[in-house]
């Protein structure tokens, strides 16, 4: 899932 690796790649992202 691209949502698991923008995860893991920015934690930012998810608070974003």
């Known amino acids: 899932n691209v949502n ?3 995860k893991v ?3 930012v992202l998810v608070i974003h």
């Open 9 to 11: 790649k920015c934690p």
């Open 4 to 6: 698991k690796i923008r």
